[in-house]
């Protein structure tokens, strides 16, 4: 499929999964914009992509700060006028989250901010870009611990998982899938939620040994559907993910 003259924005996209995103949708041959918190970071991880003759360049966006947010989406508004992929990827989970009865609220009101508030107040901004595409598309990056069923599984084996921060923040996550889904349905604009698996980064404290580049294989090939495929719906490489 060409993807030539596709533009995409991945948040959190200087390490870890977001980074492989990037790089992928690159070679697939869409434009990229590499967005991260850290100017510095940012500027880093597009160079380095781009010094592989990649069509990858840094954004700034802080999905905490909407007006870094308003920039981001003036900036592409300025530099493309439209936005085709949106990939709500950047996240965050605290060591200090924990069960419900001794988590620390701090960290919980962060996983939200970023995880959920975040993705909501990036989608808000770029909304007006994805709908100039005519067929958006937006890939909510999830984790199978936001599924409200299988957290009530006492089979599942990530049944001990209680982090109810970081798991409560993919739940709202996915919801914001559905919701974008129903509030679009007569736009060409489509929203999925998908989960990479458990993968060895700075966020998983490297645990499992599932590489980055394996897991942002099957994102990237739900970012490039187009048309009404794969649509409202939570997936991971091995299908469907209850709610
Ligand atoms: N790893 C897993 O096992 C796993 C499983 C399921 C789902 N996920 C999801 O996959 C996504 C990527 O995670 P990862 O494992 O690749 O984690 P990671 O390596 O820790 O990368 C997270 C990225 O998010 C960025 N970020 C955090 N807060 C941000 C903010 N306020 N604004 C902009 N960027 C921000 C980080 O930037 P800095 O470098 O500046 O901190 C970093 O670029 C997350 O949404 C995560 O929940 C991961």
Redesign the pocket.
């Known amino acids: 499929m060409n993807n030539t003259g596709r533009i995409a924005l991945v ?8 980074y492989e995103i990037a790089r992928q949708l690159a070679q697939a041959g869409v434009s990229v914009l590499l ?4 100017a510095e ?1 940012g500027q880093s991880a597009a160079e380095e992509l781009a010094s592989q003759g990649l069509d990858v360049s840094f954004i700034r ?4 700060d909407t007006g870094s947010i308003a920039a981001a989406a003036a900036e592409i508004d300025a530099g493309y006028g439209r936005l085709d992929i949106l990939i709500n ?5 605290e060591y200090t989250d924990g069960a419900p009865g001794k988590t620390s609220l701090e960290a919980v009101r962060r996983e939200l901010e ?2 959920f508030i ?1 993705a909501l107040a990036v989608t808000q901004a770029m909304l007006p870009l994805l709908r100039r595409a005519g067929a958006g598309r937006i890939v909510n ?3 199978s611990l936001g599924s409200l069923t299988l957290n009530g599984d006492p089979s599942w084996p990530f049944y001990g998982v209680r982090l109810i921060g970081y798991n409560a923040s ?1 739940a709202a996550l996915n919801m914001l899938t559905i919701q974008l889904n129903a509030e679009l349905s007569d736009t060409g604009i489509t929203a999925v939620s998908v ?5 060895a ?4 404290g490297h645990r ?1 040994d599932r590489l ?1 580049s394996e897991a942002a294989v099957f994102p990237v090939r739900m970012a490039l559907l187009r048309g009404h495929d794969a649509k409202g719906v939570c997936l991971s490489e091995q299908g469907a993910i209850p709610w």
Do not use: F, Q
């Not at 948040?11 to 977001?18: L, P, S, V």
């Open positions: 948040t959190g996209a200087n390490k870890g999964i977001g967005g991260a918190r850290d970071r966006i802080d999905v905490c990827n950047a996240g965050i989970s970023t995880n975040g990056m999830t984790s993919k989960c990479p698996g458990l993968v980064t700075d966020l998983s499992g980055p």
